[in-house]
């Protein structure tokens, strides 16, 4: 990938690659292995950046601190998700043994930079890149890496404290459920009985505006009875996300038809049974 006009382009000429000195000359038909470091575009164009790179830090510390001066907002969500690329340039395999550790570090440094530009807001984060249930489960074989991260991401969530963020716990679904042919297994429970066991209170990242299984909730009503049993006896669950996503839907614009059916059941759910602090 070249970088060019703002963007990645893939469509460029190829780097020319030389012979290091001293080791002799290529043979017209020899056969080489070159070692290197790349990035991958997925989604299209998007590409991840090296986490150890000082701009990186930068970014962040600017973005923060104008969000701080700019907006009266309660609480600040780090965006953390589906992290597709992970500890592939030398600086980070060098530095760092897994992915996991070189997330724990990192989102250590995020947490400073949040609160160094924000004593009082509350800090929320996706959990999918630290829950050994979802993204961050144990590494089995050399091939059973997350997307291109390059290894384990296992251990991640010993960067999370639970004094500073609140965990966005998505992708609820049925653990009680059969599994469907050819479907993942569903240990979304698992997951939040995980965090509630490390100290950290939760949102859900409930309702999404489509769901492409079978068995998923068509309705607002129907989606919170479901996610309101999923959080049944956890301890610090605080609230529940009505969560769009633009792109599943076919005219690419999120639903929000669904979200007042949603929030009055929740609440319904919660005075039952005196959960009356929950947010919706």
């Known amino acids: 990938l070249v ?34 470091f790349a990035v991958s575009p997925v989604f299209g164009s998007a590409v991840a950046s090296c986490l150890t790179h000082p701009g990186v830090a930068e970014y962040m510390q600017q973005s923060i601190a104008a969000l701080s001066r700019n907006y009266p907002w309660a609480g600040f969500l780090l965006n953390y998700d589906e992290i597709r690329q992970l500890r592939n340039d030398a600086d980070e395999t060098s530095g760092f043994k897994s992915p ?5 570090w990192h989102v250590k440094l995020a947490t ?20 050994p249930f979802h993204n961050a489960a144990p590494q089995r ?45 569903c240990r979304y429970r ?3 009985r995980f965090f509630a066991g490390h100290g950290f209170r939760q949102v859900v990242g409930g309702y999404y ?6 068995g998923c909730p068509r309705n607002g009503t129907a989606a919170a009875e479901r996610e309101h049993r999923f959080t049944s006896g956890i301890p610090g669950v605080d609230g529940f996300m009505y969560t769009t996503w633009a792109s ?11 979200m007042c059916d949603y929030a009055r059941t929740l609440r319904a759910l919660a005075s039952a049974d005196e959960r009356t602090e929950l947010q919706v």
């Open 141 to 185: 074989s050399e091939t059973d890496a997350y997307f291109l991260a390059n290894g384990s991401l296992e251990g991640s969530w010993s960067g999370l404290d639970p004094a500073e963020l609140v965990m966005m716990t998505w992708g609820p679904c049925d653990e009680d459920a059969p599994i469907p042919s050819g479907g993942d297994v």
């Open 100 to 104: 996991g550790q070189l997330l724990a």
């Open 209 to 214: 505006d489509f769901s492409p299984c079978a």
């Open 112 to 131: 400073r930079i949040a609160r160094a530009a924000s004593a009082s807001a509350r800090l929320y984060i996706w959990d999918d890149m630290f829950n």
């Open 248 to 258: 599943n839907n076919a005219d690419h614009r999120p639903d929000y038809s669904q």
């Open 3 to 36: 970088f060019s006009g703002g963007s990645f382009d893939t469509a460029h000429a190829a780097p020319v690659i030389g012979v290091p000195m001293g080791r002799g000359r290529l043979r017209p038909g020899q056969r080489l292995r070159i070692d290197y």
């Open 190 to 192: 698992s997951g939040l």
